[in-house]
């Protein structure tokens, strides 16, 4: 599976960004998607995944209520609807796919797949 996110930018505190994560090679229909971040000089992180059929999601204490994982397996698309966006949102973000079980897809060893990510910075 090649995975390809978009939809980065530089936008203000308070703004909304919506970021994609487009499949090719395979459909993503086995695969639960997830998203992860990293900022400068830190460790990547988790931010929110999504099951197979779209009915589990799970997102990082920081970004509930804020950001909302969805799929289109039709589209073999996954996105990241993020708003309310704060300066500490700033990160290089990640699209993966995962075949493992659920319970681990906050874990980036469980992903089997990696985009290359795209750039979120916000200003204050």
């Known amino acids: 599976v090649q995975l390809q996110a978009s939809g980065g930018g530089l936008v203000q505190a308070g703004d909304s960004l919506r970021l994609s994560c487009a499949a090719s090679?395979?459909?993503?229909?086995?695969?639960?998607m997830g998203w992860f971040r990293q900022a400068p000089g830190k460790e990547r992180e988790f931010v929110a995944a999504?099951?197979?059929?779209?009915?589990?999601?799970s997102y990082v204490d920081s970004v509930k209520g804020r950001f909302t994982i969805s799929r289109d397996n039709a589209k073999n698309t996954v996105y990241l609807q993020m708003n309310s966006l704060k300066p500490e949102d700033t990160a290089v973000y990640y699209c993966a796919a995962s075949n493992t079980a659920w319970g681990t897809v906050d874990r980036d060893y469980a992903m089997d797949y990696w985009g290359k990510g795209t750039q979120v910075t916000v200003s204050s």
């Open positions: 090679g395979r459909t993503i229909r086995s695969y639960s």
């Open positions: 999504i099951s197979r059929g779209g009915a589990s999601t």
